[in-house]
């Protein structure tokens, strides 16, 4: 079975930083892209960053490109999220997904992880 | 950027009817769109991809439709479970993926 889990999330101040990470098994993570999509409370779903497989080919939404770095680990089947000069509108729940191929949908969805900037 | 626009915002149904939803996007993505499931407090759930492919285990009361810049998402016979948000989402013309507003499915 696949399994996302999000860890990192809490409060921090603007300007601040924080780790999140996304710890996957039940599949083969070195395989398979992976995002972070992100969900502002009482809104909708929000696409942050994107990396493949072998961490070759890394996008960003505009809004979060020089704050935030994505990266992962293929030994440790772990993804994470460098987000650093943290502002108000940065607060959000963050989801980990699993794509399917290169630039798709997003098939697995962790539980997500709370971030609140205050 | 493809701005995906998501109507009605909310559809009110009866238990046992059908609801119809729909998605625009402001250029073509081709048929590379999702729809997306999420209940209160829950992450969302793949429900179609590749604008009309059921996701494993979505059941057959679900079926979407369209290409291009139009796409609809048909509940056939609304159930109890199916009440909550659902987002469409393109990934044919990105970065960055984007997602529709969402429309909520409530109970009439």
Redesign the interface.
Known sequence: EVQLVESGGGLVKPGGSLRLSCAASGFTFSSYSMNWVRQAPGKGLEWVSSISSSSRYIYYRDSVKGRFTISRDNAKSSLYLQMNSLRAEDTAVYYCGREVGTGSYIEHWGQGTLVTVS | EVVMTQSPATLSVSPGERGTLSCRASQSVSS?L?W?Q?KPG?????LI?DASTR?TGVPARFSASGSGTEFTLTISSLQSEDFAVY?C?Q?GN?????????TKVEIK
Do not use: S
């Open positions: 590379d999702a997306y999420q829950q992450a969302p759930r793949l991809y996701a987002y989402q990934y990105w970065p960055p993926k984007t997602f529709g507003q969402g």
